[in-house]
């Protein structure tokens, strides 16, 4: 096990509150103008609450804080902590993956994309299977709008 110094603490932490601050500008400067754009155009939206309009800026601001600062903290840690053997290593085996998926053709890169992201492919489908749906219950104009509601 390695010890770790009090500078190599101080750099992951800079490179996490870096991280943290670039997710926090990054998706700041789409959520407030996005917010501000539906504000001025769309009736529905102005009518709702000013802490749903936030909950909605939270929702897109706090994930890509955490996952910006995730990435930089990990990209700290591969850069200063592997050294030696275990960064050798690391990069024969990135390299290898690298030449695999150069060498295979467009129909096994989809294939193993698929085999990767399966669970997500079944919830999307699912997902879009439900947005049809309610797509076509809810353009029968015989129906009324409660029972649209209830068949969705």
């Keep these: 096990m390695k010890i770790v110094t009090e500078e190599q603490l101080a ?3 800079r490179a996490t509150y870096r991280g943290a601050t670039e997710g ?4 700041a400067a789409f959520a407030l103008p996005a917010s501000f754009i539906l504000n001025r155009r769309w009736s529905y939206y102005r ?8 909950l909605g800026v939270v929702i897109i601001v706090a994930p890509c804080v955490s996952i910006q600062a995730e990435r930089r903290g ?12 275990g960064r050798m290593e690391l990069d024969r085996v990135a390299s290898e993956e690298e030449a695999r998926w150069s060498s ?7 294939a193993d994309w698929a085999a990767r992201h399966k ?4 919830c999307g489908s699912w997902a879009l299977s439900l947005a049809v749906a309610g797509a076509i219950i809810s353009r029968d104009k015989s ?3 409660f029972l649209c509601v209830v068949y969705r």
Excluded: C, M, Q
């Design 119 to 122: 669970y997500g492919i079944i």
């Design 74 to 85: 990990l990209e700290f840690d591969r850069e200063v902590n592997w050294t030696g053997a």
């Design 11 to 13: 750099g992951h932490n």
């Design 47 to 54: 009518s709702l609450p000013l802490s749903l309009k936030a």
């Design 24 to 27: 926090f500008l990054g998706s």
């Design 143 to 145: 129906l009324h709008f």
């Design 104 to 110: 295979l053709s467009v129909k096994d890169k989809v």
